[in-house]
Structures are given as C-alpha cells and as structure tokens.
C-alpha cells in the first residue's frame, strides 16, 4: 500500500541540518524494507533567504551517499516560494532501504526564516530473503 509521510521543518530545522539530518521515516520492522517513490518539496518562503545554494539531500546516510536530492539549486534558498519534486540522483537504480531515511544539506544554510513540508511517498514491503 502507497503512504505519504510529512515532515515539516522550521526555520531553526533548516538551517540545523548542515550537522543535523532529520529523519522523515523510521527504520522498517526486521524483515521488512521501504521503497522510496518519490518526494516533493513545498518551501514558503520568509524574508531573509537562507544564504546558500545548497540541495537538500536524502538518503539512508545522506551526507556519504544522497539518493535523491533537489532538482534545482536555489529553490529552498529563493526568494519565492516553491513546489517541487526532488530526483533520484540515479534514474536507474530504484531505492529501498531498511535503514532510517533522512534529509540533510551539504552547505551551511546561514540566515533564513522559510519553512518546508517534505512529503515522502513510500510503500512498506515484506522480503523473504
């Protein structure tokens, strides 16, 4: 069955994930693995932008290996707001994991008020391996 997880961050979130990736979904039970359909992006935006251009990164262990990142540089460091979905980093591998998922940026985001809901959308899946 298709889910849609939420995740809303604040400003203080935002710019704490430079050191602190979020989690969107918990680890699945043992036995069991999450595949990652797809993510969108909805950024509002509040004066001042965050004062970088780096993308949001999303993976099991985002800051060595991001398998989806922003689509476009800028777009949570505007000055606008935005919808969007993110990309796989990779169009041929699909991904799953039985690892935490999370989110985080490869640059300080300085400054910034916007906030952001990330909604993952993901089916739990049982493997007999």
Known sequence: MIQVAKTSLTAAQIKALFGTPITLLA????????????ITEDFTYVAPAYGTTAKLRYGYNVSLNASFAQS??????SGGSSIMPAQKTSALTPFSTN?????????NPIAGNGTMNIYVIYETVTVNI
């Open 27 to 38: 680890a699945p039970a043992s036995g069991d693995v999450n595949n990652i359909i797809g």
């Open 72 to 77: 476009a540089n800028n777009v949570l460091f």
């Open 99 to 107: 690892a935490a998922f999370k989110v985080d940026v490869g640059i």
